[in-house]
């Protein structure tokens, strides 16, 4: 095994270096090949989504299904547009000259993948690696082995098998993998792996993309919230998303009003047993679910004030809603990752930029409010990844926003453009004609060369004229 891995990213590496992925016309091929499949395969997908999540349908076309086709139509919009070199001004020091930004793939990637999303997060990088000219392997969770299978045996059906691989396995494979050299490594998961990866780089000096996570907040300050806060939270998987919700922070004189309505909302969404719901989806597996029953179980954790039901062996949890719980809790520790919501009270709003900022920076941050200037306060105060006023989550639909994180909750971006940007080297280039030898800039040095070449390097007209048509001459 470990021997045709190392095959494969030997064939891989030959294979770009042949050339074979860098034409147009070879990029846009993969990308129809990936949108035929995510065509074609839907209700396979959709079946390896439900196997491995306990998926809803709506949500495994919304969130997975449509948004790999949107990637792909977009790539393929303008994948000559991004491709072709960028002209950029030339200083008149350098004259004569033209200059450019020639895009150029950095060659072999590996992309390891999430088991949450596991049909986008899986393809949405390497859309991105592909429509940037690299050979691509893939290394899909284990967490999702339905998925990862279906991946394993779908693609190599509609795109280049030889260029573009996936390798399956565990912990011990993806070592293996991150022991190999890279030219860029692209990973989607909780940041105690992304300090392995990110260290596994490293030794190779492999540029890393970290797409992590963190606590979410949610600062409430008017009643338009609760729909699109359940839609962000409970509707994306369960919680068991980078971008849920991880906890809401309003007004002591708002939380009631605020519960009253999320109340009403899950129960329109879930029904009054939402265990038995179709439209909400499982915890993963059992670990998790007996992660997240800890921090329900928490001594100091305040009562449930909503939900709370659970059923272990079908690894469902309900819409669980807290009050006030400690903010040195578990649950106000880690990232929940889970259908768990605590709300925090404050007495005035701007009170909740104290508190967020006491923590790692967010790879989402959601305010709710008319206030524009308050809108602006929480945009100036507020550092994370991205930034949503008045809804949840739908940010990351927006191919002319780069998705990614800061700090703790990862670096690098992708989405669109800054996918393909992700995957290349934007190459400097300049072209110099042969007139207008400059001597000054020659040995033997002199005074009256370095009087020209200062005056060239302030930018004085005068000099680099008689630098261009070379004077001091015979020194």
């Known amino acids: 095994m470990v021997e045709s891995r190392a095959a494969a990213v030997q064939e891989l590496r030959a294979r770009f270096a042949a050339g074979q992925t860098r034409p147009a016309e070879w990029r846009a091929a993969q990308l129809r ?42 790539a393929l919009k303008n994948l000559k547009k991004w491709m072709k070199p960028q002209k950029v001004p030339a200083k008149l020091m350098n004259f004569p000259s033209t200059a450019r930004i020639t895009p ?203 939900g709370g039901q659970r059923d272990e062996q079908q690894l469902k949890i309900a819409p669980t809603i807290f009050l006030d719980v400690p903010l040195d809790s578990a649950i106000m520790k880690e990232e929940i990752f889970g259908p768990l919501l605590p709300i925090l009270t404050v007495d005035k709003i701007h009170e909740s930029f104290g508190l967020i900022n006491s923590m790692a920076k967010p790879l989402a941050a959601y305010l709710f409010t008319r206030d524009s200037e308050l809108q602006n306060q929480f945009e100036g105060a507020i550092s994370a990844g991205g930034m949503l006023f008045n809804d949840t989550s739908i940010h990351l639909t927006n191919p002319y926003l780069p998705f990614g994180g800061v700090g703790e909750s990862g670096t690098g971006a992708y989405h669109g453009k800054f996918s393909f940007d992700a995957f290349s080297h934007r190459k400097a280039v300049m072209n110099r004609g042969f007139a207008g030898e400059a001597r000054a800039r020659y040995p033997p040095y002199s005074a009256p060369k370095l009087k020209i070449l200062k005056g060239v390097l302030e930018g004085k007209l005068g000099d680099m004229i008689q630098a261009i048509l070379g004077f001091p001459r015979g020194k």
Not at 51 to 60: C, M, S
Not at 199 to 212: G, S
């Open 104 to 306: 150029e793939p950095l060659g072999l990637v590996l992309v390891i993948s999430a088991w949450n999303y596991p049909l986008l997060l899986s393809l949405d990088p390497v859309i991105g690696a592909i429509a940037a000219g690299n050979a691509v392997a893939l290394k899909p969770s284990e967490g999702a082995p339905a998925m990862s299978s279906l991946l394993a045996e779908l693609l190599p059906r509609f795109v280049d098998g030889t260029c573009i691989k996936v390798i399956e396995g565990g912990v011990k494979e993806t070592t293996a993998l991150l022991n190999q050299k890279w030219d860029k490594i692209f990973y989607t998961g909780n940041s105690r792996v992304g300090r392995v990866v990110m260290a596994a780089a490293a030794k190779h000096l492999t540029p890393a993309v970290l797409e992590l996570g963190g606590k979410c907040p949610v600062v409430v300050d008017s009643n338009i919230a609760a729909k699109r806060i359940a839609a962000g939270k409970w509707g994306c998987n369960n919680g068991q998303a980078c971008i849920a919700p991880d906890f809401i922070i309003t007004t002591q004189a708002f939380a009631p009003k605020l519960l009253e309505s999320l109340k009403k909302v899950l129960e329109k969404f879930y029904g009054k047993d939402p265990l038995l719901s179709a439209d909400l989806s499982r915890v993963v597996n059992a670990s998790h679910f007996g992660r997240l029953k800890g921090l329900m179980d928490e001594e100091m954790v305040s009562d449930i004030v909503f």
């Open 33 to 74: 090949g990936v949108l035929r499949m995510a065509t074609e395969m839907e209700a396979e997908i959709c079946d390896a989504l439900h196997a491995d999540l306990g998926k809803p349908k709506t949500e495994a076309h919304v969130h997975e299904l449509s948004l790999i086709k949107s990637s792909c139509l977009f």
